[in-house]
């Protein structure tokens, strides 16, 4: 089974703080992990994956297999990046089925 | 710009009654699912289709079928809504190897 957890509900950081949205995975496959993003009134759009190794909006995060985590980092953080974070873990192949962690607020403070 | 409509953005419906939700996409993804998003518990999925007239169940599927007769367009059904079923619906469509693109979500509550 895929399971997908992320331990913070709330993370609040003041402006221009180093933010670290913790994402630990469980799954005993090759796995595509994702970050998805929520602003207020707003739906759920995909921030990055780790395929594409990118960086968006100032994000970035490495899978890391020996841990199976996919921590969400960026140095800087800003009020705009206040939103809900979700990780998630796909199958690679199959039937691209994905398992979602149970997300974490993070609340820059000005 | 790509898109998944979900039908209704506020929906209130009586217990025991036949709910139905709708979600189409014009990008002709493969693989559509639906979500309900709860505070505290995440997304979980309930059923997903990797193609007409085929689907699986997700995680929850109790209470709930759905129904893919087109390609773009996947319908979630309460047989017989309950209170408990009083959540935020999200649609999503997949292609092979991409990321999700979801719905704006219908918001149904069950009095």
């Known amino acids: 089974a895929q399971r997908v957890t992320q331990p913070e509900k709330l993370l609040s950081v003041f402006k221009g703080a180093p933010v670290e949205l913790k994402c630990n995975y469980s799954y005993s496959g090759s796995p595509e992990l994702f970050w998805y993003v929520q602003y207020s009134r707003q739906r759920l759009q995909l921030l990055l994956r780790?395929?594409s190794r990118e960086s968006i909006k100032g994000f970035t995060a490495d899978l890391n297999k020996g841990e199976t985590s996919f921590h969400l980092k960026k140095p800087f953080a800003q009020e705009e990046d206040s939103a809900m974070y979700y990780c998630a873990l796909a199958r690679s192949g199959g039937y691209q089925k994905v398992t979602f962690g149970t997300g974490t607020k993070l609340q820059v403070i000005p | 710009d790509v898109k998944v409509t979900q039908s209704s953005r506020y929906l209130v419906k009586r217990t025991g009654e036949k709910v139905f939700l709708e979600c189409v996409q014009d990008m002709d993804h493969e693989n559509m699912f639906w979500y309900r998003q709860d505070p505290g518990l995440g997304l979980r999925l309930i059923y997903f289709s990797y193609d007409v007239k085929m689907k699986e169940k997700g995680d929850i599927p109790e209470g709930y079928s759905v129904s893919r007769e087109k390609k773009e367009r996947f319908s979630l059904i309460l047989e017989s809504a309950s209170t408990n079923q009083t959540s935020m619906y999200l649609c999503a469509s997949r292609s092979w190897g991409d990321g999700y693109t979801f719905g704006s979500g219908t918001r149904l509550t069950v009095v």
């Open positions: 780790h395929i």
